[in-house]
RNA sequence: GCACCUGUAGCUCAGUGGAUAGAGCACCGGACUUCUAAUCCGACGGUCGCAGGUUCGAAUCCUGCCAGGUGCGCCA
């Protein structure tokens, strides 16, 4: 099973210590794709200023010494000293009929690594928005992405489950009933309820007193306050557990790891940063200065952990929450799936928690920023009226408007099945929208495009998936079956079968960059090449049944790809649509 | 003021220092007696924000400027 960039970046290196010495065996051959070719090796252009030489002269001697007979079809010098490479027809058949016996569709087993992520982290009592859905989206696909990459994946859902508005809310709780509807909003509507207590805290003085009371009842360990605010908690999980059921995300309750669960280690890090005089006294708050980082008028921002009321912040919870990643965890990487704006303080954080020594160098942390969620008028997506979205509902929208079409295109099947397809095809579309682009920039949410079956989204990649188990229903054959032998005639065969040998290494790309819009890319690409084969290339009709093993083998295999490529991103794709 | 992100076709977005910068949508023109036409094929469409620099070669790296977004002391 062969990456052919690996396989042609072997030989060229190769090729570079024959005809250059040694010494230039591990320069960078530099494969890139090709419009002139399968392949380019550009290294040739960059030795020659090294070695004096002209550049052409470079390349005739590398490929002098090349030795690629058994996997290219013709290589070439051409323009200033590209060397050319194309694949032999029957080269990229052997390797994707290894692709065919393989399971893992040749994405590699990588060495294990213990890797936290951390994404989705909602607020209990509150409504998850657009932003939460996109880190809980892209995190899960990053997830499955790294699982199937080999890797010790510890999810980490750092929920909101801390902190001063828990006072309010709890006494809320209190005075509605634990068990009352106005409660069990809590499940379906979070945000009624937190407005309530809002509206409550707001506009009594009396209930604000007793609010802050809580608050400190609540961080006093108080059993009945802690036993209250328990309640508000298993309640909020039925809300996030009908969200991440309904997106089809892997998240579950022992992957809880809400702010408060840092609560006993935050004085034990002010003490520590404190003693080593990392932190330090100011304005009556302790805190942390960093060369660097300046605000206003030049002055030096803090990174504050513990405020002048003896309070601590999230600062301190997020740096309880680094050592123990560290610490219990064994974390190789530690991987923050949350939004762009929060950077600085990541910055900040990681570099004191680097001095604490609870951070060692050997330990990467990414920040996976995500950009904002606009409308399509360029704004913070909001309704008409200019509240922010209820997630629920939008999901709702999209089911809804997935069933309108397939009603539309689709009456042939039964309403049941009909369902089930709208629910796939509505949910894929947003969650693939989230994926398709960039996870750091802001992208337009738009359903009448995400839900289009043109262009590289969700459904375009289904219908694929869909239109090629039409034809193994209607072969009356399994996928399993179709084992070739894979042999290449038509031209449209042959982008198929180079397009399958690309799903291993966008895989490991994907782990490397955590960038899931480039496996979209990719699958969207071998859709395309295989609706274009789908149009040229009769499978079941095939006039020669060697030339029908083939196709159904490729179309097996293309299946399989997209299946799994869509999976990664935690897509389902239908049986049909 | 400082820091970070963004600026690529009318719109939404890709783009590993490599040749003539690519998709999709929209618009225009074609293809259904054929495995799902919810599709496909073709045409049109560009001062890669601007100006310098590095390089054999820059959308990509560096500097400055312009425009938009975000963040910047006691919320998380």
Request: net charge negative; charged share 25%; with cysteine.
């Amino acid at each position: 099973m062969a990456d052919p960039q690996e396989v042609l970046s072997q030989r060229v290196r190769s090729a570079l210590g024959a005809a250059l010495g040694a010494d230039y065996a591990g320069t960078d051959p530099v494969i890139r794709p090709s419009q002139f070719a399968d392949y380019q090796a550009n290294a040739a252009l960059a030795l020659a200023k090294k070695l004096g030489r002209k550049p052409r002269d470079v390349a005739s001697d590398i490929v002098a010494r090349l030795e690629v007979d058994d996997v290219c079809r013709e290589v070439e010098i051409s323009g200033p000293g590209f060397v050319n490479m194309t694949l032999r027809d029957d080269w990229i058949a052997g390797q994707a009929q290894d692709l065919l016996a393989d399971p893992r569709l040749g994405v590699p087993e990588q060495p294990k690594q213990n890797i936290p992520v951390d994404y989705s982290a909602p607020n209990v009592a509150k409504e998850m928005h657009v932003g939460h859905l996109r880190t809980t989206v892209v995190g899960d696909a990053l997830v499955r992405t790294l699982e199937f990459l080999g890797h010790n994946v510890i999810r980490q859902n750092h929920i909101g489950d801390w902190g001063t508005p828990f006072g309010m809310l709890i006494e809320h709780l209190l005075e509605v009933g634990e068990h009352s509807a106005d409660a069990d909003l809590l499940k379906t509507d979070p945000n009624a309820f937190y407005q309530a207590a809002k509206e409550k805290f707001d506009t009594s003085e009396d209930f604000a007193v007793r609010a802050r009371r809580r608050v400190v009842a609540l961080q006093g360990g108080d059993a009945e306050t802690l036993r209250l605010w328990q309640g508000l908690i298993d309640l909020s999980k039925v809300y996030f557990n009908k969200v991440y059921t309904t997106l089809g995300v892997t998240l579950t309750d022992a992957d809880l790891a809400g702010e408060s669960t840092y609560n006993d280690a935050l004085a034990g890090v002010c003490a520590e940063l404190e003693r080593a005089g990392i932190a330090e006294q100011s304005e009556g708050a302790l805190c942390v200065f960093l060369e660097g980082f300046t605000g206003r008028e030049g002055n030096p921002v803090p990174l504050i952990v513990r405020k002048s009321d003896g309070g601590y912040t999230y600062a301190t919870t997020d740096l309880a929450t680094v050592r123990y990643r560290v610490e219990e965890l064994k974390a190789d990487r530690i991987v923050y799936v949350v939004g762009a704006p929060q950077a600085m303080h990541f910055q900040m954080m990681w570099e004191t928690a680097r001095k604490a020594g609870w951070l060692p160098e050997s330990v990467e942390t990414v920040h996976v920023q995500i950009g904002n969620v606009l409308g399509t008028d360029g704004k913070i997506l909001r309704t008409r009226s200019g509240k922010p979205i209820r997630l629920m509902a939008l999901l709702d929208e999209a089911v809804e408007r997935a069933t309108r079409v397939v009603a539309e295109n689709r009456p042939d099947l039964d309403e049941q099945t009909r369902a089930a397809i709208a629910r796939d095809v509505g949910i894929g579309a947003v969650k693939y929208a989230d994926l398709s682009v960039s996870h750091d920039t802001e992208y337009v949410f738009d359903f009448d495009r995400m839900l289009a079956l043109n262009g590289n989204t969700g459904p375009y990649l289904q219908y694929a998936a869909a239109r090629i188990r039409s034809i193994f229903r209607k072969g009356g054959l399994a996928p399993e079956d179709a084992v070739g032998p894979i042999a290449l005639a038509e031209p449209a065969e042959r982008e198929l079968a180079l397009a399958l040998l690309g799903f291993g290494p966008v895989v490991r790309l994907v782990g490397d960059t955590l960038e899931p819009h480039r496996l979209c890319g990719y699958l969207f690409d071998l859709a395309q090449a295989f609706t274009s084969f789908y149009e040229r290339c009769p499978v079941l009709k095939a006039e020669d049944s060697t030339v029908r093993g083939s196709r159904l083998a490729l179309t097996a295999a293309t299946l399989r790809t997209l299946v799994q490529g869509l999976a990664l991103l935690g897509v389902h794709a239908p049986e049909r649509m």
